[in-house]
């Protein structure tokens, strides 16, 4: 028994073949459009879940990306924030900047 679907292997270009394509391959020699249909519905589901795997490399460079920056922000805002006696200032000092 499979952990994943079949139809992971359709399309992914190691020249492997899922069942479901293969399904589809017999259905349309015997003549059914079913074969047709179910090799399409193979085709759109590995275009969209490139899709998904593309959005989801582009949000994880983003949030890489990011949390640099503010990283990098934050050691600026802390090398700033600091009292004359170079310890950190106070949660309650900072209050009064927003008061």
Known sequence: MKSQADIAAAGAGNGSTGSTMQAAATLKSHGF??????????????????????ACAHISDHLDYTGKLHAQDDAKIGAVLQGRDGSAVSVSQLNEYFK
């Open 33 to 54: 459009q079913t074969g047709n249909a179910l090799e399409t519905t193979v085709e759109m589901w590995t275009s969209q879940v490139k899709s998904v795997l593309q």
